[in-house]
């Protein structure tokens, strides 16, 4: 269940994987569900596109892109890649 971009910056096994989140599972799950939910709130606004929202837009050429805006401000994005922002 978890994106292409994941499997592919973490390198890891099948196995490796799994064993990975059963150890972190283990770990966490004597957690208060409020405690948790604040585990996963602090892992998520780590993540590159947290809090960003996805505009369409067509720059002078007609080339359709997308715009990101979030808390620091906005940033123009390939339809194909929502991570790395266009200079």
């Given at each position: 269940?978890?994106?292409?971009?994941?499997?592919?910056?973490?390198?890891?096994?099948?196995?490796?994987?799994?064993?990975?989140?059963?150890?972190?599972?283990?770990?966490?799950?004597?957690?208060?569900?409020?405690?948790?939910?604040?585990?996963?709130?602090?892992?998520?606004?780590?993540?590159?596109?947290?809090?960003?929202?996805?505009?369409?837009?067509?720059?002078?050429?007609?080339?359709?892109?997308?715009?990101g805006v979030d808390a620091l401000?906005?940033?123009?994005?390939?339809?194909?890649?929502?991570?790395?922002?266009?200079?």
């Open positions: 269940l978890l994106p292409q971009r994941v499997l592919s910056q973490f390198k890891l096994s099948p196995g490796e994987r799994e064993n990975r989140i059963m150890t972190w599972w283990a770990d966490h799950r004597s957690l208060a569900r409020e405690q948790s939910v604040l585990e996963y709130l602090k892992l998520a606004q780590d993540l590159e596109m947290h809090g960003v929202n996805y505009f369409d837009i067509r720059n002078k050429k007609g080339t359709e892109l997308d715009l401000g906005f940033n123009i994005y390939e339809k194909s890649d929502r991570l790395s922002p266009k200079v």
